[in-house]
């Protein structure tokens, strides 16, 4: 077997792995193909004759992918979402079994959100050594942190995927907070909103909606409550993965999903999606 060959088939064995690794660090089954595809490139590039471990030589160079493109999500100007433009309509994909495996076994909306809420070196290390078992001491290159440094950035991740990653659990208390937080927001009421929102309130958008014009990240109840005042004219209530949230939809197709993270009443965590894929895989449902 040549050593092409040889490449060739062990990426191929570690494909399914390689594309569960990047989607738990991105969220994006889109970017997730885009890191995946990037560490290819990169094994045609490299000088692989040391290699022993090749698929933990591709872990590595996936989670270096993946760092780098949560550090490059920077943020947009915001713009209301009351006429968000269509996104140009694409050819569906063929359905791939391992894609399919992947995303049938991939975090929910709820891990999603609170993931998005971690520094990028948090949220690398928790999912490298949290869900797939990469020691500590194989973490902290990638990373840039000494093997100490890579276990305190997965034990913060950890406290705070741990007290938020189920959503509460009163169907009708959460729709009772999200259809006050609409009413406040169409309505411009900031002491509403700020009343409803908790004071480290995090609004998450997507790499999709940062395109479409939406702050990449707002921190804080009175930053959240000043990005949402006056807008969200044309949202409507939705069940986002059987959990309340709200729906931006052009001729009943959903475009922007606001998924929602409460506590004790309060919105903790906002979270906009406007990727088609992640739209599909949440299961949503206009009420």
């Not at 931006?248 to 959903?254: F, T």
């Amino acid at each position: 077997m040549s050593e092409r060959d040889w490449l060739t088939e062990g990426f191929e064995a570690n494909r399914t792995h390689l594309r569960a690794v990047a989607y738990r660090m991105l969220g994006s089954t889109g970017e997730a193909d885009d890191a995946v595809q990037e560490a290819w490139i990169r094994l045609n590039r490299s000088d692989t004759g040391d290699v022993e471990n090749l698929g933990g030589w591709l872990t590595t160079v996936v989670a270096r992918v993946c760092l780098d493109m949560l550090r490059s999500r920077t943020s947009r100007r915001e713009e209301p979402f009351d006429d968000v433009p269509e996104r140009a309509a694409e050819p569906g994909d063929a359905v791939d079994p391992e894609r399919e495996a992947m995303l049938a076994d991939s975090v929910g909306l709820a891990m999603l959100v609170v993931l998005d809420t971690l520094t990028p070196a948090e949220r690398v290390a928790f999912v490298l050594h949290d869900m797939f078992g990469v020691p500590f001491e194989e973490v902290a290159p990638i990373v840039g942190r000494s093997p100490e440094a890579a276990r305190q950035l997965a034990s913060r991740a950890r406290r705070r995927v741990g007290g938020s990653t189920e959503p509460e659990g009163d169907l009708d208390r959460q729709r009772a907070v999200v259809d006050a937080f609409l009413a406040a927001a169409r309505g411009g009421d900031f002491e509403a909103l700020l009343a409803l929102l908790d004071p480290e309130v995090v609004a998450r958008a997507d790499a999709a909606s940062a395109a479409m014009g939406a702050a990449a990240e707002v921190r804080g109840a009175a930053a959240v409550a000043e990005t949402f005042a006056g807008r969200a004219r044309a949202a409507q209530p939705a069940l986002v993965g059987g959990v309340a949230g709200l729906v931006w939809a052009k001729g009943g197709e959903p475009k922007v999903v606001f998924g929602f993270t409460l506590e004790e009443g309060r919105v903790v965590g906002i979270d906009l999606i406007a990727d088609p894929e992640r739209i599909h895989e949440l299961g949503v449902s206009i009420l």
